[in-house]
């Protein structure tokens, strides 16, 4: 698909080096590194998302805690 010779290869890293510099490149590199890591880890493990609604008790009393509070604040 793409053919990248020596001359682009230079390129490229030219301009990350003058784009991010010396410096930072080895934190790039390692943060690269964990990313991709941490995205192959899930990605075996197949963890699903939870979606199930909360409980609507504890949304009521959460409202009732927050009109006690303000009645507080007002005495």
Same mark, same amino acid.
Request: avoid cysteine; proline fraction near 4%.
């Given at each position: ?10 390129? #490229? +890293?030219? #301009?990350? #080096? ?10 790039? +590199?390692? +943060? ?7 995205f192959?880890? +899930?990605?075996? =493990?197949?963890?699903?998302?939870? #979606?199930?609604?909360?409980? =609507? ?5 959460? =409202? =009732? ?11």
């Amino acid at each position: 698909m793409f053919n990248f010779g020596p001359w682009e290869i230079a390129i #490229v +890293g030219l #301009v990350v #080096v003058l784009l991010f510099g010396t410096r930072r490149l080895p934190e790039l +590199g390692s +943060g690269l590194g964990k990313a991709i890591s941490n995205f192959r880890k +899930g990605y075996r =493990e197949g963890t699903a998302i939870d #979606v199930t609604p909360e409980d =609507e008790e504890s949304e009521e009393k959460v =409202e =009732e805690k927050a009109k006690i509070d303000k009645e507080k604040e007002k005495v």
